[in-house]
């Protein structure tokens, strides 16, 4: 598997869902709490950031438009922080 399958795939399966997961934690703690504080907001919106840019890069990967050293480096990154090295 090349390094932008792989990216691809640890996005697809494993990043995507988790920023998923989280949105969806945070949609439950606004509804639960009549006012909600600037930094949920901010949160929220900074998750669905890059739940965005998560999928810009799956898309990216997909046309063909991202280089080899691209994928790895954003591919190194992801990793260090699912394994809390960042």
């Given at each position: 598997m090349?390094?932008?399958?792989?990216?691809?795939?640890?996005i697809?399966?494993?990043?995507?869902p988790?920023?998923?997961?989280a949105?969806?934690?945070?949609?439950?703690e606004?509804?639960?709490?009549?006012?909600?504080d600037a930094?949920t907001?901010?949160?929220?919106e900074?998750?669905q950031d890059?739940?965005?840019?998560?999928?810009?890069?799956?898309k990216?990967i997909d046309?063909?438009d991202m280089e080899?050293?691209?994928?790895s480096?954003?591919l190194?990154?992801?990793?260090?922080?699912?394994d809390?090295?960042?």
């Amino acid at each position: 598997m090349n390094v932008q399958e792989e990216l691809k795939q640890l996005i697809e399966n494993k990043v995507i869902p988790d920023v998923e997961e989280a949105i969806d934690e945070m949609f439950e703690e606004i509804s639960d709490t009549k006012n909600v504080d600037a930094q949920t907001k901010e949160e929220l919106e900074e998750l669905q950031d890059f739940k965005a840019d998560l999928k810009d890069i799956v898309k990216d990967i997909d046309a063909g438009d991202m280089e080899d050293d691209e994928a790895s480096d954003i591919l190194n990154d992801i990793k260090g922080a699912i394994d809390g090295t960042l």
